[in-house]
């Protein structure tokens, strides 16, 4: 069943230009000029409930825009987004029960008070019973291991135990899907990896469906198998991470560090040179002859160490956007 449904979706910004200096200040009382900003363009997709979708695009892609509008706080421009049914847009109450938008970036706790009063405050508004609030709280705060912390000041908390309160704020009434923009946004690797094993468990046990966006591609990795790619407002992939990157990669990269000096000469049969010193190389080598050319350097060369490392997802991404640019 598709809990999500996206047909054309489109969002254009208008704006005025802001001019610099009291003279452009107050030229622009009179004429202000109108700009406008196509963030995101003609996006269709479907997504089916409890998928853990990973929004994958550089800065200014449109993701966040995509989300806005998938949780109502945005009204399209053009085309439609369904959500459970719903329109977003129109913000109706049982739609607001349904979905939660949590955002790296901003705070939605009350910074001055412990986050179990943002938590009561949510039990209130989205009328949680007693019974069940308490069930999920203990739930949650077990999962992300918060629970000698909901009484301290959420400005007093470190980003990664305020992340995990945010979750927990986000979560408590139970929502059927979890929009998350950058969760893990400036975390430690240790707080980024918690935050991961949490939702890759939470999407497991609840079936919520989750959209996901991050610069880091770990997180993709780690959670979603199906990736959709925008890049200046379009979608240009929508499909299996797997499958992208089999698309893309045709090398993998074979390191090699010498006992001996060697001479660059003798490793442009093999692929292309990425990296030179006189006892080190790397190169980019055809992904069926990785093997046989690691071979052969171990056997003809006086060989230290050798690796065979797989592409980096992010120069593949990255090569995705520029290849996009370039159209
Ligand atoms: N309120 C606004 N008014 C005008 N333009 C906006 C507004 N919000 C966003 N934009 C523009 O719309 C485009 C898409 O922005 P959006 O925030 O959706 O990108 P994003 O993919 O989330 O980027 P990031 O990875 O940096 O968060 C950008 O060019 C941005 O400058
Ligand atoms: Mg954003």
């Given at each position: 069943m598709n809990v999500i449904s996206v047909k054309n979706l489109s969002k254009t910004y208008e704006y005025y230009k802001k001019q610099s200096?009291?003279?452009?200040?107050?030229?622009?009382?009179?004429?202000?000029?109108?700009?406008?900003?196509?963030?995101?363009?003609?996006?269709?997709?479907?997504?089916?409930?409890g998928e853990l979708v990973g929004f994958l695009?550089?800065?200014?892609?449109?993701?966040?825009?995509?989300?806005?509008?998938?949780?109502?706080?945005?009204?399209?421009t053009s085309g439609e987004a369904t959500v459970l049914g719903y329109i977003p847009a129109k913000r109706q109450s049982a739609f607001q029960k349904q979905f939660a938008l949590v955002m790296g970036q901003k705070n939605q706790l009350w910074w001055d008070l412990p986050a179990m009063e943002s938590f009561l405050l949510n039990k209130a508004i989205y009328e949680i019973p007693d019974e069940q609030f308490k069930n999920t709280l203990a739930e949650l705060t077990e999962?992300?291991?918060?629970?000698?912390?909901?009484?301290?000041?959420?400005?007093?908390?470190?980003?990664?135990?305020?992340?995990?309160?945010?979750?927990?704020?986000?979560?408590?009434?139970?929502?059927?899907?979890?929009?998350?923009d950058e969760p893990t946004i400036g975390?430690?690797?240790?707080?980024?990896?918690?935050i991961r094993?949490?939702?890759?468990?939470?999407?497991?046990?609840?079936k919520i469906t989750i959209i996901l966006t991050s610069h880091y591609m770990d997180d993709v990795a780690a959670l979603c198998e199906r990736v959709v790619i925008i890049n200046f407002g379009e979608l240009i992939y929508d499909g299996g991470l797997r499958a992208l990157l089999d698309e893309h990669v045709d090398h993998k990269i074979l390191e090699v560090t010498f006992t001996e000096d060697q001479d660059q000469n003798g490793f442009a049969k093999y692929g292309s040179i990425k990296e030179f010193t006189a006892r080190h190389v790397v190169l980019a080598v055809?992904?069926?002859?990785?093997?046989?050319?690691?071979?052969?350097?171990?056997?003809?060369?006086?060989v230290d160490d050798i690796l065979i490392n797989e592409v980096n997802i992010d120069d593949v991404i990255r090569h995705i956007f520029s290849a996009h640019r370039k159209k």
């Open positions: 200096g009291l003279w452009n200040s107050v030229k622009s009382l009179f004429h202000r000029e109108k700009l406008f900003t196509e963030a995101v363009k003609n996006i269709s997709l479907e997504i089916a409930e695009g550089p800065n200014g892609a449109g993701k966040t825009t995509t989300l806005k509008m998938l949780s109502g706080i945005l009204y399209p999962l992300l291991d918060i629970k000698d912390i909901l009484d301290i000041q959420v400005r007093k908390l470190s980003l990664g135990q305020r992340m995990k309160c945010e979750l927990t704020a986000a979560l408590l009434h139970s929502p059927k899907i979890l929009f998350l975390l430690d690797v240790v707080s980024q990896n918690n094993e949490f939702l890759k468990r939470y999407n497991r046990e609840k055809k992904k069926d002859e990785a093997k046989k050319v690691a071979a052969e350097i171990l056997t003809t060369m006086p």
